[in-house]
Protein backbone atom coordinates (compact mmCIF):
# COMPACT_ATOMS: atom_id res chain seq x y z
CA UNK A 1 0.00 0.00 0.00
CA UNK A 2 2.79 2.19 0.82
CA UNK A 3 6.57 2.99 -0.12
CA UNK A 4 7.54 1.91 3.60
CA UNK A 5 5.57 -1.11 3.36
CA UNK A 6 7.13 -2.06 0.05
CA UNK A 7 10.55 -1.36 0.83
CA UNK A 8 10.07 -3.06 4.36
CA UNK A 9 9.20 -6.07 2.55
CA UNK A 10 12.07 -5.62 0.37
CA UNK A 11 14.49 -5.41 3.54
CA UNK A 12 12.72 -8.45 4.99
CA UNK A 13 15.05 -10.47 2.54
CA UNK A 14 18.31 -8.83 3.66
CA UNK A 15 18.44 -9.60 6.77
CA UNK A 16 15.68 -11.34 8.68
CA UNK A 17 15.82 -14.82 9.17
CA UNK A 18 13.23 -17.49 8.58
CA UNK A 19 13.05 -18.26 12.17
CA UNK A 20 9.89 -18.91 14.71
CA UNK A 21 10.52 -17.57 18.14
CA UNK A 22 9.35 -15.26 20.65
CA UNK A 23 10.41 -11.08 20.46
CA UNK A 24 11.50 -9.25 23.56
CA UNK A 25 9.68 -6.00 24.11
CA UNK A 26 11.89 -3.04 23.85
CA UNK A 27 11.72 0.81 24.70
CA UNK A 28 11.09 2.89 22.02
CA UNK A 29 11.70 6.81 22.14
CA UNK A 30 9.62 9.11 21.51
CA UNK A 31 11.59 10.24 18.06
CA UNK A 32 13.43 7.60 16.29
CA UNK A 33 14.50 9.75 13.48
CA UNK A 34 15.23 13.55 12.58
CA UNK A 35 15.68 14.06 9.08
CA UNK A 36 16.30 17.97 8.00
CA UNK A 37 14.31 18.71 11.05
CA UNK A 38 11.27 16.61 10.84
CA UNK A 39 10.87 14.34 13.05
CA UNK A 40 9.87 10.13 12.85
CA UNK A 41 7.95 9.53 15.88
CA UNK A 42 8.19 6.43 17.69
CA UNK A 43 4.73 5.97 17.13
CA UNK A 44 5.05 5.83 13.56
CA UNK A 45 7.99 3.31 13.84
CA UNK A 46 5.75 1.05 16.10
CA UNK A 47 3.27 0.96 13.36
CA UNK A 48 5.70 0.20 10.90
CA UNK A 49 6.80 -3.16 12.81
CA UNK A 50 3.26 -4.04 13.62
CA UNK A 51 2.90 -4.13 10.03
CA UNK A 52 6.34 -6.03 9.96
CA UNK A 53 5.43 -8.24 12.27
CA UNK A 54 2.18 -9.23 10.72
CA UNK A 55 3.60 -9.94 7.58
CA UNK A 56 5.72 -12.55 9.23
CA UNK A 57 2.74 -13.96 11.22
CA UNK A 58 0.91 -14.71 8.05
CA UNK A 59 3.92 -16.83 7.30
CA UNK A 60 3.69 -18.26 10.35
CA UNK A 61 7.23 -16.94 11.82
CA UNK A 62 7.98 -13.71 14.59
CA UNK A 63 11.03 -11.73 15.35
CA UNK A 64 13.72 -13.13 16.10
CA UNK A 65 15.08 -11.69 19.22
CA UNK A 66 18.43 -11.68 18.19
CA UNK A 67 17.60 -9.88 15.45
CA UNK A 68 15.77 -7.39 16.81
CA UNK A 69 18.10 -4.49 16.52
CA UNK A 70 18.94 -5.12 12.92
CA UNK A 71 14.80 -5.19 11.99
CA UNK A 72 14.66 -2.21 13.43
CA UNK A 73 17.36 -0.69 12.00
CA UNK A 74 15.69 -1.62 8.40
CA UNK A 75 12.16 -0.42 9.53
CA UNK A 76 13.77 3.20 10.48
CA UNK A 77 16.00 2.95 7.08
CA UNK A 78 13.47 2.35 5.24
CA UNK A 79 11.00 5.78 6.80
CA UNK A 80 14.28 7.75 6.35
CA UNK A 81 14.66 6.84 3.22
CA UNK A 82 10.84 7.57 2.42
CA UNK A 83 10.85 11.34 4.52
CA UNK A 84 13.67 11.68 2.41
CA UNK A 85 11.93 10.87 -1.07
CA UNK A 86 9.02 12.99 -0.17
CA UNK A 87 11.19 15.89 1.02
CA UNK A 88 12.72 15.63 -2.91
CA UNK A 89 9.19 15.46 -4.15
CA UNK A 90 8.07 18.87 -2.29
CA UNK A 91 11.87 20.25 -3.18
CA UNK A 92 11.32 19.48 -6.77
CA UNK A 93 7.32 20.63 -6.81
CA UNK A 94 5.85 17.10 -7.67
CA UNK A 95 2.15 17.15 -7.37
CA UNK A 96 -0.58 14.34 -7.10
CA UNK A 97 -4.13 15.62 -7.89
CA UNK A 98 -7.34 14.48 -5.93
CA UNK A 99 -8.47 12.84 -9.31
CA UNK A 100 -5.31 10.59 -9.11
CA UNK A 101 -5.94 9.98 -5.57
CA UNK A 102 -9.37 8.66 -5.76
CA UNK A 103 -8.29 6.55 -8.40
CA UNK A 104 -5.17 4.71 -6.52
CA UNK A 105 -7.91 4.61 -3.61
CA UNK A 106 -10.53 2.97 -5.81
CA UNK A 107 -7.53 0.85 -7.16
CA UNK A 108 -6.55 -0.48 -3.57
CA UNK A 109 -10.34 -0.74 -2.55
CA UNK A 110 -11.18 -2.90 -5.67
CA UNK A 111 -8.18 -5.89 -4.62
CA UNK A 112 -10.81 -6.66 -1.27
CA UNK A 113 -14.38 -7.87 -1.34
CA UNK A 114 -16.01 -5.58 -0.60
CA UNK A 115 -16.02 -1.82 2.00
CA UNK A 116 -16.39 -3.82 5.32
CA UNK A 117 -13.25 -5.69 4.50
CA UNK A 118 -11.14 -3.08 3.39
CA UNK A 119 -12.19 -0.98 6.48
CA UNK A 120 -10.86 -4.16 8.82
CA UNK A 121 -7.48 -4.13 7.17
CA UNK A 122 -7.39 -0.05 7.88
CA UNK A 123 -8.37 -0.43 11.07
CA UNK A 124 -5.67 -3.82 12.03
CA UNK A 125 -3.45 -1.63 11.24
CA UNK A 126 -4.31 1.22 13.77
CA UNK A 127 -4.80 3.47 10.45
CA UNK A 128 -7.45 5.84 9.74
CA UNK A 129 -8.84 6.69 6.22
CA UNK A 130 -7.07 10.07 6.53
CA UNK A 131 -3.64 8.25 7.47
CA UNK A 132 -4.42 5.80 4.31
CA UNK A 133 -5.04 8.84 2.18
CA UNK A 134 -2.26 10.72 3.61
CA UNK A 135 0.11 7.22 2.75
CA UNK A 136 -0.82 6.70 -0.89
CA UNK A 137 -0.62 10.73 -1.63
CA UNK A 138 3.32 10.88 -0.58
CA UNK A 139 3.21 6.96 -2.57
CA UNK A 140 2.37 8.68 -5.77
CA UNK A 141 4.58 11.25 -5.64
CA UNK A 142 7.23 9.10 -4.71
CA UNK A 143 6.25 6.84 -7.74
CA UNK A 144 6.28 10.21 -9.75
CA UNK A 145 9.98 11.01 -8.69
CA UNK A 146 11.22 7.41 -9.49
CA UNK A 147 9.84 7.71 -12.67
CA UNK A 148 11.18 11.28 -13.57
CA UNK A 149 14.10 11.10 -12.11
CA UNK A 150 15.33 7.72 -12.43
CA UNK A 151 13.46 5.00 -14.13
CA UNK A 152 13.16 7.45 -17.37
CA UNK A 153 16.50 7.42 -17.67
CA UNK A 154 17.43 3.97 -17.27
CA UNK A 155 17.51 1.67 -20.71
CA UNK A 156 19.05 -1.48 -21.73
CA UNK A 157 20.10 -2.28 -25.23
CA UNK A 158 19.92 -5.57 -27.07
CA UNK A 159 23.53 -6.34 -25.95
CA UNK A 160 23.11 -6.59 -22.74
CA UNK A 161 20.23 -8.63 -22.26
CA UNK A 162 22.31 -11.60 -25.86
CA UNK A 163 25.24 -10.97 -23.04
CA UNK A 164 23.17 -11.92 -20.13
CA UNK A 165 21.22 -15.09 -22.01
CA UNK A 166 24.61 -16.21 -22.89
CA UNK A 167 26.32 -15.72 -19.87
CA UNK A 168 23.46 -17.67 -17.58
CA UNK A 169 22.71 -20.83 -19.35
CA UNK A 170 21.27 -22.72 -16.30
CA UNK A 171 19.35 -20.01 -15.89
CA UNK A 172 17.38 -20.59 -18.59
CA UNK A 173 17.17 -24.47 -18.73
CA UNK A 174 13.49 -25.79 -18.33
CA UNK A 175 13.44 -29.14 -16.44
CA UNK A 176 11.13 -32.03 -17.63
CA UNK A 177 7.96 -31.75 -16.73
CA UNK A 178 4.83 -33.66 -16.87
CA UNK A 179 1.04 -33.23 -17.71
CA UNK A 180 -1.19 -35.42 -14.98
CA UNK A 181 -4.87 -36.02 -14.13
CA UNK A 182 -5.42 -37.82 -10.73
CA UNK A 183 -8.79 -39.26 -8.56
CA UNK A 184 -8.27 -38.82 -5.07
CA UNK A 185 -9.99 -40.65 -2.02
CA UNK A 186 -8.90 -38.08 0.99
CA UNK A 187 -8.22 -40.34 4.10
CA UNK A 188 -5.87 -39.36 6.90
CA UNK A 189 -3.17 -40.84 8.22
CA UNK A 190 -4.28 -41.40 11.94
CA UNK A 191 -7.70 -42.46 10.35
CA UNK A 192 -9.05 -45.78 11.99
CA UNK A 193 -8.21 -49.15 9.89
CA UNK A 194 -11.76 -49.42 9.14
CA UNK A 195 -11.98 -45.33 7.67
CA UNK A 196 -8.58 -46.80 5.81
CA UNK A 197 -10.16 -49.86 4.47
CA UNK A 198 -12.85 -48.20 2.92
CA UNK A 199 -10.80 -45.63 0.93
CA UNK A 200 -8.97 -48.26 -0.26
CA UNK A 201 -11.33 -50.25 -1.79
CA UNK A 202 -13.17 -46.96 -3.07
CA UNK A 203 -9.65 -46.23 -4.91
CA UNK A 204 -9.18 -49.67 -5.87
CA UNK A 205 -12.58 -50.32 -8.12
CA UNK A 206 -11.84 -46.80 -9.56
CA UNK A 207 -8.64 -48.24 -10.94
CA UNK A 208 -10.12 -50.99 -12.31
CA UNK A 209 -13.11 -48.63 -14.40
CA UNK A 210 -10.28 -46.44 -15.53
CA UNK A 211 -7.90 -49.48 -16.27
CA UNK A 212 -11.24 -50.78 -18.70
CA UNK A 213 -11.51 -47.30 -20.91
CA UNK A 214 -13.87 -45.47 -18.65
CA UNK A 215 -13.40 -41.70 -19.06
CA UNK A 216 -10.95 -40.53 -16.48
CA UNK A 217 -12.39 -36.66 -16.58
CA UNK A 218 -15.81 -37.87 -16.02
CA UNK A 219 -14.59 -40.45 -12.85
CA UNK A 220 -12.63 -37.58 -11.34
CA UNK A 221 -15.69 -35.02 -11.62
CA UNK A 222 -17.88 -37.85 -9.46
CA UNK A 223 -15.58 -39.32 -7.41
CA UNK A 224 -12.56 -37.13 -6.69
CA UNK A 225 -11.92 -35.54 -3.21
CA UNK A 226 -9.54 -32.88 -4.48
CA UNK A 227 -12.16 -30.74 -5.62
CA UNK A 228 -10.19 -28.04 -7.23
CA UNK A 229 -8.75 -30.42 -10.01
CA UNK A 230 -11.61 -32.69 -9.65
CA UNK A 231 -13.87 -30.26 -11.17
CA UNK A 232 -11.57 -29.81 -14.13
CA UNK A 233 -11.89 -34.03 -14.73
CA UNK A 234 -8.61 -34.02 -12.54
CA UNK A 235 -6.36 -32.02 -14.39
CA UNK A 236 -3.35 -30.92 -13.26
CA UNK A 237 -1.63 -29.37 -15.82
CA UNK A 238 2.00 -29.42 -16.05
CA UNK A 239 4.16 -29.87 -13.43
CA UNK A 240 7.84 -30.41 -12.67
CA UNK A 241 10.28 -32.41 -10.22
CA UNK A 242 9.74 -30.62 -6.84
CA UNK A 243 6.27 -29.25 -7.02
CA UNK A 244 4.22 -32.51 -5.75
CA UNK A 245 4.77 -35.07 -2.65
CA UNK A 246 7.62 -37.47 -3.63
CA UNK A 247 5.59 -40.91 -3.71
CA UNK A 248 3.17 -38.85 -6.26
CA UNK A 249 6.10 -37.10 -8.43
CA UNK A 250 7.84 -40.52 -8.18
CA UNK A 251 4.24 -42.19 -9.83
CA UNK A 252 3.54 -39.75 -12.84
CA UNK A 253 6.90 -39.00 -13.80
CA UNK A 254 7.52 -43.34 -14.06
CA UNK A 255 4.22 -42.77 -16.42
CA UNK A 256 4.12 -43.19 -19.91
CA UNK A 257 2.16 -41.13 -22.16
CA UNK A 258 -1.79 -41.81 -21.55
CA UNK A 259 -0.95 -44.76 -18.93
CA UNK A 260 -2.75 -44.77 -15.69
CA UNK A 261 -0.63 -45.23 -12.45
CA UNK A 262 -1.44 -48.16 -9.79
CA UNK A 263 -2.95 -47.06 -6.51
CA UNK A 264 -0.40 -44.48 -5.18
CA UNK A 265 -0.30 -43.34 -1.66
CA UNK A 266 0.60 -40.08 0.13
CA UNK A 267 -0.42 -37.62 3.01
CA UNK A 268 -3.36 -36.47 1.35
CA UNK A 269 -4.97 -40.43 0.82
CA UNK A 270 -4.69 -42.40 -2.13
CA UNK A 271 -4.76 -41.45 -5.69
CA UNK A 272 -4.74 -42.57 -9.16
CA UNK A 273 -2.81 -40.92 -11.85
CA UNK A 274 -3.22 -40.96 -15.83
CA UNK A 275 -0.20 -39.00 -17.66
CA UNK A 276 -1.72 -36.62 -20.01
CA UNK A 277 1.51 -35.45 -21.44
CA UNK A 278 5.49 -34.89 -21.08
CA UNK A 279 7.99 -32.28 -21.90
CA UNK A 280 11.37 -33.04 -22.05
CA UNK A 281 14.09 -30.71 -20.29
CA UNK A 282 15.00 -27.91 -22.67
CA UNK A 283 16.75 -24.52 -22.76
CA UNK A 284 13.82 -22.02 -23.68
CA UNK A 285 15.21 -19.56 -26.29
CA UNK A 286 15.80 -16.49 -26.24
CA UNK A 287 13.27 -15.21 -28.38
CA UNK A 288 10.61 -16.55 -25.32
CA UNK A 289 12.39 -15.12 -22.73
CA UNK A 290 13.56 -11.86 -24.08
CA UNK A 291 10.91 -9.22 -23.00
CA UNK A 292 10.75 -10.49 -19.29
CA UNK A 293 14.52 -10.77 -19.70
CA UNK A 294 14.61 -6.91 -20.45
CA UNK A 295 12.17 -5.47 -18.02
CA UNK A 296 14.11 -7.98 -15.22
CA UNK A 297 17.39 -6.17 -16.55
CA UNK A 298 15.65 -2.59 -16.37
CA UNK A 299 14.55 -3.32 -12.69
CA UNK A 300 17.71 -4.36 -11.61
CA UNK A 301 19.85 -0.89 -12.98
CA UNK A 302 16.31 0.96 -11.57
CA UNK A 303 17.12 -0.47 -7.89
CA UNK A 304 21.00 0.25 -8.08
CA UNK A 305 20.41 3.62 -8.88
CA UNK A 306 17.42 3.92 -6.75
CA UNK A 307 20.10 2.86 -3.50
CA UNK A 308 22.80 5.27 -5.38
CA UNK A 309 20.02 7.97 -5.33
CA UNK A 310 19.07 7.36 -1.67
CA UNK A 311 22.95 7.66 -0.92
CA UNK A 312 23.32 10.82 -2.21
CA UNK A 313 20.29 12.52 -0.68
CA UNK A 314 21.06 10.89 2.53
CA UNK A 315 24.69 12.21 2.79
CA UNK A 316 23.32 15.66 1.78
CA UNK A 317 21.08 15.56 4.31
CA UNK A 318 21.16 16.11 7.85
CA UNK A 319 19.72 12.61 9.46
CA UNK A 320 19.93 11.84 12.94
CA UNK A 321 18.59 8.26 13.96
CA UNK A 322 18.53 7.28 17.81
CA UNK A 323 19.67 3.88 19.08
CA UNK A 324 17.53 1.65 21.04
Not at 13 to 33: F, H, I, L, Q, R
Not at 60 to 88: A, C, F, Y
Not at 105 to 126: H, L, W
Amino acid sequence: MSYQDSHAESGKGKGSPDVKTAEKSEKVPDVVATINGVKISGVEFSKGLQSYKKRLAMMGQEVPPEHTKEINKTIIDDMVSRELLIQNCNKTGIKVSDDELNKEMASIKARFQNEEQFNQMIKSQNLTMDDVKSDVRKALAIKKLMKNDIEDKVSVDEKAVNEYYKNNPTKFVEGESVKASHILVMVDKSATKDAKETAKKKIDGLLIRARKGEDFAKLAKENSDDKGSGQNGGDLGFFSKGMMVPNFEKAAFSLKKDEVSDVVETEFGYHVIKLVDKKPERTIPLSEVHDKLKNYLKSMEVNKKLSEYLADLRKKADVKVMEF
